[in-house]
């Protein structure tokens, strides 16, 4: 009797509660590349190629941003449901 209403209060019924799809943890790994595409920096530390007179150093990691928001955007969409 306690435990059916503290599921329905911490929203475990089927009633309205998000609910993850059943996938597998694959797509997380995607998170982990922006992490190693900037963690070695003598890899990308030179000047060139340059990009509209900005040295490739700077560039390189800004180009970071929004491919890390897109793969974040591309996890959370794979691995949530939406309501209809």
């Known amino acids: 009797m306690v435990d059916d209403r503290f599921q329905r209060s911490q ?3 089927s009633n309205g509660s998000a609910k993850k799809r059943k996938t597998g ?3 997380y790994w995607l998170l982990f590349l922006p992490f190693l595409g900037v963690l070695f920096p ?6 060139s190629p340059e990009l509209f007179g900005i040295p490739f150093f700077y ?4 180009a ?3 491919i890390s928001a897109v793969l974040t955007m591309l996890v959370y969409r794979a691995t ?3 309501e209809a």
């Open 80 to 82: 949530t449901r939406r």
């Open 64 to 66: 970071w941003v929004p």
């Open 25 to 27: 943890r694959g797509l």
């Open 59 to 62: 560039w390189y990691q800004m």
């Open 11 to 13: 929203g475990a019924g």
């Open 42 to 47: 003598w890899i990308y530390n030179t000047d």
